[in-house]
DNA sequence: TTCGTATTGAAATTAACATTCAATTTCAAT
DNA sequence: ATTGAAATTGAATGTTAATTTCAATACGAA
């Protein structure tokens, strides 16, 4: 396990917070790091289960709102109504391929920019935004054509 | 009424389509025109009841569906997890007040340019997106500083 | 008017998330 | 090492909004 950082992180925040430091916690911390990507609780539930037979959903569940507390993780909800966690990192936007369900992240610059000046015009304060593309990565637009 | 071509568009649709016509489909066509903005079918369903007492739920959430699918009507589901229709119209995008609920709609051909040259540097085949700025509204932001 | 099909609407089901609560575990103070 | 208050766990249950089922009813072509 080379998830030290993580770990301390962690520990950390359940110290600041007097939550209490738990196998299960651990467990759930390092098949998320394990995983890459996009990953639903769900999926985290199974990859603990294989090395944690009785660790259950609900507390997959929990930890997961855990580590979004902790900074650690961040939620995403795309079109098909499935929470997803990814490893907190600077800000992004995603593109979703409907078909295979591969996510791709992008960042630009110019759009963040853009999205103020429109905001202002409306004398809106935001406060975070959901900017998705979906529709066909490269092999599937290859596929549908066919 | 003033729908007549909403009312014909439908017409069309239902002919086309080997549906039937009813004084249901009628009144909740009727309703969501007179509605303005971003409505749920829960909002619509009430708003018929007023004339149509025993037109039910079921029926609301179908015949939305079938508007969309019919091009009068389009499906949006923001943050709060509960989807709402809007009248079809041009492409925009959406400011969602978190505080007071307010949707304001805004377009900007910029974005959608940058979000063209995005998608061709990932060879992403674009089929629809979703850019929602979430906040607080002019009003809003106030009352919170207070 | 009749008849086959579509529609209706109450009720049941689904899907995903969220909460409850009794049993268990943690950890600071003995 | 033991204790005990407080936090955690996890199975079961609740919630919310969307969706489906199905028996009864309405539409509209013949």
């Given at each position: ?15 600041e ?25 769900e999926?985290i ?9 009785n ?9 997961m ?10 939620e995403?909800?795309f ?7 990814e ?28 999205q ?31």
């Open positions: 396990m080379s998830h030290e950082v993580e770990q301390r992180s962690l520990s950390q925040y359940l110290e917070h007097n939550l209490k430091h738990t196998k299960q916690r651990e467990a759930i911390l390092a098949a998320f790091l394990e995983a890459t990507g996009h990953i639903t609780s999926e539930h199974s990859c603990v289960r294989a090395d944690h037979p660790i259950g959903y609900t507390t997959v569940y929990r930890t709102k855990l580590l979004c507390d902790a900074g650690l993780a961040s995403r909800r079109d098909d109504g499935v929470t997803r966690y490893i907190e990192q600077e800000h992004h936007d995603h593109l979703v391929c409907l078909r295979c369900g591969k996510i791709i992240e992008f960042e630009c610059a110019m759009i963040e920019k853009t103020m000046e429109i905001a202002d015009r409306y004398q809106f304060r935001v406060l975070r935004h959901r900017h998705e593309l979906y529709g066909h990565c490269d092999a599937c637009a290859e596929e549908v054509a066919k």
